[in-house]
């Protein structure tokens, strides 16, 4: 049986599903794939995930790519009682939701406001617009997503949607510092919780 990871360093959904397989107490091997050096391009890669992102994984033959999409096979294969990924049809219910709005809405702004500022893609740095949309994003979460008696998102237990939305939140603090979420009292809260989990704190 071989379980393997390609991935990287500074790479936020490798460091999801890092602390995913940490969780389930997943074995596997690391392969780094180094995107400065054009490794995600190599033929050998691409044969394996033509669409050349990392994290992906082999699992025995089984292939699958998108970090969400890796925690939740993760969680449904190995660790199937575990309230990190609910079984009840509700509460998973929940759980997919968060991931799929911080895929689909949350982790866009930061893609086209960071990345863009940090010079990682090659759009306007800084841009007025893609900022606003970003800090209305994280003001929703503040506002709507996390709820004053609870530690989680979906409640006191934390769940991989905690994982998905708190790593890509970590992200833009590479360039708004660390202090970047200080006027917002229930983030700066749950990030708190968040780090109390070793297996998150690592990183
Ligand atoms: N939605 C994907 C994003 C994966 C992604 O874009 N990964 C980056 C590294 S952080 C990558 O592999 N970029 C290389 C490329 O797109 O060619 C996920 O969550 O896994």
């Given amino acids: 049986m071989t379980f393997i990871f390609y991935g990287m360093e500074m790479s936020p959904p490798c460091t999801s599903v890092t602390i995913a397989m940490r969780l389930a ?16 391009l190599h033929p050998d890669f691409l044969k394996i995930n033509p669409n050349h992102t990392v994290p992906t994984i082999n699992d025995n033959g089984f292939v699958i790519w998108e970090s969400r999409a890796i925690m939740q096979y993760i ?9 990190l990924y609910p079984s ?20 866009t702004t930061v893609s086209a406001y960071i990345y863009n500022s940090l010079g990682i893609r090659p759009g306007k740095r800084d841009d007025p617009v893609e900022k606003k949309s ?7 979460i503040e506002d709507h997503l996390l709820k004053d008696n609870q530690k989680f998102l979906t409640g006191n237990t934390m769940t991989i949607a905690d994982i998905s939305l708190g790593i890509s939140m970590s992200m833009p603090m590479v360039f708004l510092g660390d202090k970047c979420y200080k006027k917002f009292p229930k983030i700066t809260t749950w990030r708190g919780e968040l780090m109390k989990v070793p297996e998150y704190a690592e990183g």
């Avoid at 107490?25 to 995600?40: N, R």
């Avoid at 009840?88 to 982790?107: C, E, H, I, W």
């Fill in 25 to 40: 107490k997943v074995q596997y091997e690391y392969k780094v794939i180094d995107l400065m050096k054009k490794a995600h």
């Fill in 75 to 83: 969680f449904n294969r190995y660790a199937p009682e575990s309230s």
């Fill in 134 to 140: 970003f800090w209305d994003q994280v003001q929703f």
């Fill in 88 to 107: 009840d049809p509700m509460q998973r219910a929940k759980v997919d939701s968060l991931m799929n709005y911080d895929q689909g809405t949350f982790y």
